[in-house]
Every structure is written in structure tokens, then in C-alpha cells.
């Protein structure tokens, strides 16, 4: 098999052939960021007071009640998603794990709550790992088989971020005295209670004195309506959540898309130049 797998990689046409898919999908990626940046660009900006039902951008400071603890680098968040790349059984997968306490976005005109579920993450990963013995460790309750690698992705407080999602009427306005039972119950979506928050805390730092307060708490109780009447989050446009501004989100799109548009069709011309002269054809 190897010697057959060097031999195909050793062959012109192959790269060739290779170069035009490659190239065509480069080209119509590209078109898919141009159209990304346009739709960011013709989103109005606005402040948290002044927004709208439906697509809009803000930008300001996450804060929220009470942190959580990212499983691998250990700091407090207000929201972290875990990939965990794995190899049960031979088959390479993928996995997602999320959690999020009540996130709130400050512009200094209002505060509007945020769950990122289903976003698009636009920001560098808090941490990375690839070191087997340590990350199965770190990682047993998060994963079935085998991890090789995984990343973390958090949202701190005092963060500043720019979103750009759909902000709608919040179905869970009024508190389920069925669902929100204690405070180990999940909070509107699925946002995570002070219970939990805390049992999350003292699991990854089991030395913390049990009858002492864990240090999560970052506001007073009943400074953040948990039930606001609108919530920001995913709907039918693109959810982007980035540590960039709205000016350096589109200066990305902007070169990504001219790389895509100008460079794929250069490369799938040389495959198909290739593929041709190979053919004799020309």
C-alpha cells in the first residue's frame, strides 16, 4: 500500500487533476467569503439600546453573573467550546462540547444576552493539546475512546468581542418554575446555573474549602435579568462571534476572498493545462 500510495503521488496527472477540483472550489469559496463580507457590511450597526428585532451588530464587553472554568486551560469564562479530535475504534471523529454561564454583551448604552450556540467562533483558541497521556486525563469525562487533540475556545469577562447575529424575543422571558427548579438547573436555552457553575469550579480545583464561596460569582444577585425580554443568537443569517472588530472581520474576508477568487482559477488553469498537454491536446 505504500509503495502504491508513492507511486500516485509521484504521478504529474494526478496533481493535475487535483489542481482543477481544488481550484474550482477555491474559486467558488471565495465568492462565498466576498458575499460574507457584503452581508457584514450591509448589517446596520448599532448600539445595544438603539437595536432592532433582526440582524444586527454589536460590539462591546462580555460580562455576565458568575464564571465558569475551561477544562483545559483552566482560567474563567463566561462560555468555552471544546473540539476533541479522537480515534474510537480506528475511525477518526470529532466532538463538540460546550458550556456557557449567562452571557451579556456591554456597549455602555445596555447590556443584551447573548447564547452563542451554533456561532462561529472568529477568535484564536485558548488552548491546545496534543499530548496523549495528559489530555486523555484532562479530557475523561469529555470524551469516549482515545483523544489526540484537542482545542478550547473561551469568551472571558471584559472581553471585548463584535457579533453579528439575530437578536429576537426570548421565549424563555419568564422563568419555569418546573425546568429552573434549583440552581442546578439549566437557565432559559441551556445557560448554566450558579450550581453547576460552581460544582464545575470546585471539580477542577478540588482543594477549595467546601463551606467557603468558590469565587465564581462576579456580580450581585439580581444585578442581571437572567429573563430578558430579547436574546441574541442564531437565526436564520450568519452568527459570527470574533475577537476582531467589524473592520478587521471584513479586512480578512476582504484578502481571503481576492486570494480564493484569483488564485483558484490559476491553479485549476495550470491542472487543466496539464491534464491537456498530457492528452496531447495541445
Not at 495528559?134 to 469568551?155: D, H, M, N, V, W
Not at 430578558?228 to 459570527?240: D, E, Q, T
Request: glycine content about 8%; aromatic content about 10%; proline content about 7%.
Amino acid at each position: 500500500m505504500i509503495r502504491i500510495l508513492i507511486w500516485l503521488l509521484s504521478q504529474p496527472l494526478l496533481w493535475a487533476w487535483l489542481a482543477v477540483i481544488v481550484g474550482s472550489y477555491f474559486f467558488w469559496r471565495g465568492f462565498r467569503l466576498l458575499q460574507r463580507k457584503r452581508l457584514i457590511m450591509d448589517t446596520p450597526r448599532s448600539t445595544i439600546r438603539a437595536a432592532a428585532l433582526g440582524s444586527v451588530e454589536l460590539s462591546g464587553r462580555a460580562v455576565g453573573p458568575y464564571t465558569l472554568v475551561a477544562p483545559l486551560s483552566h482560567t474563567d469564562c463566561l462560555y468555552y467550546r471544546l473540539t476533541i479530535q479522537s480515534n474510537p475504534q480506528g475511525d477518526l471523529c470529532n466532538k463538540i462540547q460546550e458550556m456557557c454561564a449567562p452571557l451579556f454583551l456591554d456597549d455602555g448604552t445596555g447590556t443584551v444576552m447573548i447564547f452563542p450556540h451554533g456561532s462561529e467562533l472568529l477568535m484564536p483558541p485558548s488552548s491546545e493539546r496534543s499530548e496523549y497521556g495528559k489530555l486523555a486525563i484532562a479530557l475523561t469525562r469529555y470524551s469516549e475512546g482515545t483523544p489526540e487533540f484537542a482545542q478550547e475556545y473561551c469568551i472571558k469577562p471584559g472581553d471585548t468581542i463584535f457579533v453579528l447575529g439575530t437578536l429576537q424575543e426570548n421565549s424563555w422571558a419568564k422563568k419555569d418554575p418546573i425546568a429552573e427548579c434549583n440552581e442546578l438547573s439549566r437557565i432559559g436555552p441551556g445557560f448554566v446555573g450558579s450550581g453547576e457553575a460552581d460544582l464545575v469550579r470546585r471539580e477542577a480545583y478540588p482543594y477549595l474549602d467546601p463551606k467557603l464561596p468558590s469565587g465564581s460569582a462576579l456580580a450581585l444577585p439580581g444585578e442581571f435579568n437572567l429573563h430578558p425580554p430579547v436574546l441574541l443568537m442564531r437565526g436564520r443569517g450568519p452568527f459570527i462571534i470574533s475577537s476582531d472588530s467589524q473592520r478587521d472581520v471584513v479586512a480578512k474576508l476582504n484578502l481571503k476572498s481576492l486570494l480564493y477568487i484569483w488564485g483558484g482559477p490559476a491553479v485549476a488553469l495550470w491542472g487543466l493545462w496539464e491534464i491537456l498537454n498530457h492528452a496531447r491536446l495541445l
